[in-house]
T-cell receptor, first 114, second 116 residues
Framework: DTEVTQTPKHLVMGMTNKKSLKCEQH?????MYWYKQKAKKPPELMFV???????INESVPSRFSPECPNSSLLNLHLHALQPEDSALYLC?????????????FGDGTRLSIL | AQSVTQLGSHVSVSEGALVLLRCNYS??????LFWYVQYPNQGLQLLLK??????LVKGINGFEAEFKKSETSFHLTKPSAHMSDAAEYFC??????????????FGKGTLLTVNP
């Protein structure tokens, strides 16, 4: 059982839709991350939140909009996505965002863009 | 800049055989090192990590890894493979000078298959 919970597990959306991915952790971690993973590839970092503030944006297109309402919750708002955005989206958290602290991953949301 | 090389995108072993998955890093300072496993349709699970201290690190599910600074390596081993070990394995590094908001740099992954 993972301690980082992501919903939904699967999402199919059209290119004009607006949807959101949700991630929750109750481990008291203060850093949270969004990754994108294509098939047979490693995860690619998208965003990092540290103490509920956006600290890293890896030049992600504006059609992806992250939000961290509180220390336990991380959202990723999606709008006007492209077919190449189809992927597994992984959320992770770590204790304080320092480099010796491992990241704990959720099981991801598998996104398909029609 | 850091980089990670996993030699062998696909490793196949027989059940009961030794598992050896290779990871080499390139970094101006010895990084922190992690091994993650990803089962089909799941996220990544931490197997083990090396940050400081003993260079032989034991992890979950019988895996262990040894940090060898002179060889810039952190290979993952398991004495006896089980069918349940079949998965994708990722080696990752982080910069000990990174402070907060650290990034993980992942290798390309090694798919382990276990034959009965």
């Amino acid at each position: 059982d993972t301690e980082v919970t992501q919903t939904p597990k699967h999402l199919v959306m059209g290119m004009t839709n607006k949807k959101s991915l949700k991630c929750e952790q109750h481990m008291g971690h203060r850093a949270m991350y969004w990754y994108k993973q294509k098939a047979k590839k490693p995860p690619e970092l998208m965003f990092v939140y540290s103490y509920e503030k956006l600290s890293i944006n890896e030049s992600v297109p504006s059609r992806f909009s992250p939000e961290c309402p509180n220390s336990s919750l991380l959202n990723l708002h999606l709008h006007a996505l492209q077919p190449e955005d189809s992927a597994l989206y992984l959320c992770a958290s770590s204790q304080g965002g320092y480099s010796n602290q491992p990241q704990h991953f959720g099981d991801g949301t598998r996104l398909s863009i029609l | 800049a850091q980089s990670v090389t996993q030699l062998g995108s696909h490793v196949s072993v027989s059940e009961g055989a030794l598992v050896l998955l290779r990871c080499n890093y390139s970094s101006s300072v010895p990084p922190y090192l992690f091994w993650y496993v990803q089962y089909p349709n799941q996220g990544l699970q931490l197997l083990l990590k090396y940050t400081t201290g003993a260079t032989l690190v034991k992890g979950i599910n019988g895996f262990e890894a040894e940090f060898k600074k002179s060889e810039t390596s952190f290979h993952l081993t398991k004495p006896s493979a089980h069918m349940s070990d079949a998965a994708e394995y990722f080696c990752a590094v982080s910069d000990p000078r990174g402070g907060s908001n650290y990034k993980l740099t992942f290798g390309k992954g090694t798919l382990l298959t276990v034959n009965p």
